[in-house]
């Protein structure tokens, strides 16, 4: 079992940053690959990014190329979300997942956090 808590969200005006952080607990966190989710009101919840669990492959929704980074600290078991240049459309919740395969962490995570909402103004 994995238990994941989010933090980080908040309100932000476009063109701001904020730093999500998903601090894991349970079994071996390092085995796992991480992501990270979205949903906004009335859409489907996204892959915004996901990272391997030695680190060595990140992968990145087109809509959030160049502006986001995934990283992961495996000392402190946590995962964050850098986020840059942030838009109104990047307004929603932002989950934290895990996967036991980086395949599965972007398609079926095993373990989901309870989200943070972030809210970007214009």
């Known amino acids: 079992q994995v238990q994941l808590v989010e933090s980080g969200g908040g309100l932000v005006q476009a063109g701001g940053s904020l730093r999500l952080s998903c601090a894991a607990s349970g079994r071996t966190f390092s085995s796992y690959a991480m992501g990270w989710f979205r949903q906004a009101p009335g859409k489907e919840r996204e892959v915004v990014a996901a990272i391997m669990w030695s680190g060595g492959s990140t992968y990145y929704a087109d809509s959030v190329k160049g502006r986001f980074t995934i990283s992961r600290d495996h000392a402190k078991n946590t995962v964050y979300l850098q986020m840059n240049s942030l838009k109104p459309e990047d307004t929603a919740v932002y989950y934290c997942?895990?996967?036991?395969?980086?395949?599965?962490?972007?398609?079926?995570?095993?373990?989901w956090g309870q989200g943070t909402q972030v809210t970007v103004s214009s």
């Open positions: 997942a895990a996967g036991r395969t980086y395949y599965v962490v972007r398609n079926d995570p095993d373990y």
